[in-house]
């Protein structure tokens, strides 16, 4: 009776810790060591079908605009223009590009914007992150009190690619 | 019997707060991991913007391109041309085609002929890299049947 009365009682049961241990153990290395710390990763679409011109976007009431980009021969940012306008080579001139395009789409999530394409001509030697800071100057704008985007112009192809300067 | 256990000097050491920190340290891990980012070269210096936000849909197929200089551990350039980091193979631009053509063949091989249509090229490219090479790839990925193209920068967080 003493017997099945001890176990039956509220004894403390001991979990055997120790493969547990061991397991866990092994997970919290396997982690540790396949941690890679990247920043996030963001896409930008461009619209480039197949046969290049579009001959739809010829009779919709707005026109393509046009965004070149002039480099010299290190790929250094020398001009920015908007259709013959020029814009300058600093930083503020992609906010003066950035202005542009709102004023011809006229404001922010107008149909138009869906419709309306943007083409980029850049110089050949032109370096990719100018590129990519007009795609993104074109495509919308980032308000850092508020932390929203702002989407512009969505349809951004380039111009057929020019020689490199000899 | 307990005088005895005394006598051997064996105490269990107490386990508890041990793996309750072990536990969050696994947990920490297990969330922060990103397999998805395997593709992702470190070789290749991204541009960086704003805008760059992740895309809310993946794309379904997905052909990852990396594009940049060979740079040895200062980070100068160890050769004046970029080139496509492909398969641990560098391969220059115009060079390009009959890879394509392979990956290509490769597609249609799993998942049937119309596939092609549907892949995204992700071009990740330095951001030191002239503009009319990366042209050039897309270029010769429309050549080859893709038509979907996405240009991958680093987000900034300002």
Redesign the interface.
């Known amino acids: 009776m003493k017997l099945r009365n001890r176990s039956s009682g509220p004894t403390k049961v001991e979990i055997p810790?120790a493969p547990?241990?061991d397991i866990?153990?092994q997970?919290?290395i396997f982690?540790?060591l396949?941690?890679?710390i990247?920043?996030?990763?963001?896409?930008?679409?461009?619209n480039?079908?197949?046969g290049a011109p579009s001959a739809a976007a010829a009779d919709q009431n707005l026109p393509d605009i046009k965004v070149g980009?002039h480099s010299d021969r290190d790929?250094r940012l020398t001009q920015i223009t908007l259709g013959s306008k020029n814009l300058g080579n600093d930083n503020a001139a992609f906010e003066r590009l950035n202005k542009e395009i709102l004023t011809i789409i006229g404001r922010p999530g107008n149909p138009l914007t869906k419709e309306v394409e943007v083409e980029i001509d850049?110089?050949?030697?032109?370096?990719?992150?100018?590129?990519?800071?007009t795609?993104?100057k074109c495509?919308?704008r980032?308000d850092?009190a508020t932390k929203q985007?702002t989407r512009y112009v969505e349809k951004i192809k380039?111009a057929?690619?020019?020689k490199?300067k000899a | 019997m307990k005088m005895r256990k005394i006598e051997m000097g064996f105490t269990e050491p107490d386990?508890t707060p041990?793996?309750d920190i072990?536990?969050q340290?696994?947990t920490f891990?297990?969330i922060?991991?990103?397999?998805e980012?395997t593709k992702?070269d470190e070789r290749v210096k991204?541009?960086?913007?704003?805008?760059?936000?992740?895309?809310t849909v993946k794309p379904e197929h997905e052909l990852v391109l990396n594009m940049g200089y060979q740079r040895d551990t200062s980070g100068a350039r160890m050769k004046s041309v970029p080139e496509i980091f492909y398969n641990e193979r560098y391969v220059e631009v115009r060079q390009f085609t009959p890879d394509l053509e392979q990956e290509k063949r490769v597609m249609e091989r799993i998942h049937g002929k119309e596939i092609i249509k549907d892949v995204t090229v992700?071009i990740?490219?330095?951001?030191?890299?002239?503009?009319?090479?990366?042209?050039?790839l897309?270029?010769k990925c429309?050549e080859t049947g893709f038509?979907?193209?996405?240009?991958?920068?680093?987000?900034e967080e300002?």
Not at chain 1, 38 to 46: L, Q, R
Not at chain 1, 123 to 129: M, N, R
Not at chain 2, 32 to 35: D, M, R, T
Not at chain 2, 124 to 136: I, M, N
Request: charged share 15%.
């Open positions: 810790m547990m241990i866990v153990f997970l919290l982690f540790m396949n941690l890679k990247v920043s996030p990763e963001g896409n930008f679409n461009i480039m079908p197949i980009l790929g850049a110089d050949y030697e032109t370096q990719y992150k100018y590129v990519v800071k795609i993104s495509t919308g980032f850092p985007i380039f057929p690619p020019h490199p | 386990m041990m793996i072990v536990f340290l696994l891990f297990m922060a991991i990103n397999f980012n992702a991204l541009p960086k913007d704003t805008l760059a936000k992740p895309p992700l990740r490219a330095d951001s030191e890299v002239p503009t009319g090479l990366v042209q050039e897309i270029k429309q038509s979907k193209f996405s240009l991958r920068a680093t987000s300002l």
